[in-house]
């Protein structure tokens, strides 16, 4: 089964591979002229979110449906941590919002960074991710004393995700099969969460791609966003047309981050 990708009209010469029956086509319209990666995410977004689509109702013909529901928001309080291009385009979004919600978006950012500032963790969780990421035992530790914080993620207000269209993939790709609850309670042995099996995982593929070329992955913490995002801004980041470069991308994840 392929994926028909079709861009301004044009069919883009790449397929990603898919395990289920039927083909189906996603249509989309990018920007014109060059762009960076950051410019097709919601593009990108939109592709994923019809091949989780595929994964999910496999998952659910294998006897395991997706058991997340409205209103769960416990994995909102895991760690986030998002690609670097995500985190230029969360903080771009942002920026569009009226004052008030910016006023209440930045003043959560600030409580969360105080936080972890005061827990002695802030330093830690972006070498852990930005530096070292391939040291699974530091990753993971930040990740744990992370959750013992108890933090919400900052973007979630009145239980509800503030930046739902442009949520990262990190967000997208959590999907379990095990009851709920046990969300609640990770790093606990008798809570074991059963994850949807995913084709792809392009929240790794961003994480380790730099618009032209596979890179070392770099995880950005999400609470970091705002303060990491004048340093990010500075870099010269690779231009294509917008066919080119949704086309590079998926077949960065297609070739690296398929099963
Ligand atoms: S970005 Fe939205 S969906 Fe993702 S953890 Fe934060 S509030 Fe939840």
């Known amino acids: 089964m392929k994926i028909d990708i079709v861009?301004?009209?044009?069919?883009?010469?790449?397929?990603?591979?898919?395990?289920?029956?039927q083909s189906f086509s996603c249509v989309l319209s990018p920007p014109d002229g060059d762009v960076t990666f950051v410019d097709v995410l919601p593009e990108i977004y939109e592709i994923y979110t019809n091949v989780l689509g595929v994964n999910f109702e496999e998952s659910e013909q294998n006897g395991k449906p997706v058991r997340c529901g409205k209103g769960c928001v416990s994995c909102c309080h895991q760690l986030i941590t998002v690609s670097v291009h995500e985190a230029l385009l969360l903080?771009?979004?942002?920026?569009?919002?009226?004052?008030?919600?910016?006023?209440?978006?930045?003043?959560?950012?600030?409580?969360?960074?105080?936080?972890?500032?005061?827990?002695?963790?802030?330093?830690?969780?972006?070498?852990?991710?930005?530096?070292?990421?391939?040291?699974?035992?530091?990753?993971?530790?930040?990740?744990?004393?992370?959750?013992?914080?108890?933090?919400?993620?900052?973007?979630?207000?009145?239980?509800?995700?503030?930046?739902?269209?442009?949520?990262?993939?990190?967000?997208?790709?959590?999907?379990?099969?095990?009851d709920p609850e046990h969300c609640g309670k990770i790093f606990q042995k008798d809570h074991l969460i059963e994850r949807i099996r995913l084709s792809h995982d392009f929240g790794s593929a961003a994480a380790s791609f730099d618009g032209l070329e596979a890179i070392k992955t770099r995880a950005i913490p999400l609470p970091t966003i705002f303060l990491v995002h004048g340093m990010l801004h500075c870099f010269e980041r690779p231009k294509a047309t917008a066919e080119v470069m949704i086309a590079r991308f998926l077949r960065h994840a297609d070739k690296h981050f398929s099963r």
């Open 7 to 21: 861009a301004n009209g044009r069919l883009l010469d790449v397929s990603i591979g898919l395990e289920a029956t």
């Open 91 to 178: 903080a771009h979004i942002v920026g569009l919002l009226c004052q008030e919600e910016q006023q209440r978006i930045r003043s959560a950012f600030d409580e969360s960074l105080t936080r972890l500032e005061n827990a002695g963790l802030f330093r830690d969780l972006l070498h852990s991710h930005v530096n070292a990421f391939d040291d699974r035992e530091l990753v993971v530790d930040a990740q744990k004393r992370y959750w013992a914080l108890g933090l919400a993620c900052p973007f979630l207000l009145d239980d509800a995700c503030a930046i739902y269209p442009y949520r990262p993939f990190i967000c997208r790709q959590y999907g379990v099969s095990s």
